[in-house]
């Protein structure tokens, strides 16, 4: 059982685009990461959200964490080539434990 | 800004064989979780260690895998005969505190290839 369903797994789009994936669950999380990860490396953070209802803006990014703390999306307006990648939510059940990932969405932007 | 280190970055072993891999944290951290990312899956979490001690272990197998954080040294994750099935990619996460809100941040991670 995938305790963090993100959908869509695969998202192909053109430059300019906007696009949203989405990260939901039946658990209450204490908070919500989202991570991207290049091909050979390691995730690499880039935003959390503690508070429901929280939004929080990186540049072209915009992150939405529910008012029940179950679910999550991430919007990225006017998508670049450059934004390509994996991009994994993950949920803390509570502070300092481990975290539990979803599968991941894999976002490809042709220019 | 060195940030959290593994290594090595590519490991291939024969079945039977024992993996060794490291890491070491970002400084200043003391506590360390170890995930497993198999191809088209997310990344599970396996173990989380503070310093000389195991704090959750549920994520990983109780035969074959073990792990440490010594006082002095990187945090090891071991894996003694090995299978085709242990072959991934390593990723381990290291973080100042467990008192409130604490970003972990991740290495690049070690691919691990059993022949």
């Known amino acids: 059982t995938q305790l963090l369903e993100q959908s869509p797994q695969f998202l192909s789009i053109q430059e300019g685009e906007n696009l949203t994936v989405y990260c939901n669950s039946s658990?209450?999380?204490?908070?919500l990461q989202w991570y991207r990860q290049e091909p050979g490396e390691g995730p690499v953070l880039l935003v959390t959200?503690?508070?429901?209802?929280e939004v929080k803006k990186l540049k072209r990014l915009t992150f939405q964490f529910g008012d029940a703390r179950k679910d999550s999306s991430l919007h990225i307006t006017a998508a670049q080539p450059g934004d390509t990648g994996l991009y994994l939510c993950?949920?803390?059940?509570?502070?300092?434990?481990?975290?539990?990932f979803g599968k991941g969405t894999t976002l490809s932007v042709s220019s | 800004n060195a940030g959290v280190m593994q290594n090595p970055r590519h490991l291939v072993r024969r079945r039977g064989q024992e993996a060794r891999l490291r890491c070491s944290p970002m400084?200043?951290?003391?506590?360390v979780y170890w995930y497993r990312q198999l191809p088209e899956e997310g990344l599970k979490f396996m173990v989380y260690?503070?310093?000389?001690?195991?704090?959750?272990e549920s994520g990983m197998p109780k035969e074959r895998f073990s792990a440490e954080f010594p006082k002095e040294g990187p945090s090891i994750l071991r894996i003694q005969q090995v299978v085709r099935g242990d072959s991934a990619a390593y990723f381990c996460?290291?973080?100042?505190?467990?008192?409130?809100?604490?970003?972990?941040?991740f290495g690049p991670g070690t691919r691990l290839l059993v022949l």
């Open positions: 996460a290291s973080s100042r505190q467990t008192s409130g809100q604490e970003t972990q941040y």
């Open positions: 658990s209450v999380f204490s908070s």
């Open positions: 993950a949920g803390e059940k509570q502070a300092g434990t481990a975290l539990i």
């Open positions: 400084k200043g951290h003391s506590h």
């Open positions: 959200v503690v508070t429901g209802g």
């Open positions: 260690l503070q310093k000389e001690n195991i704090i959750d």
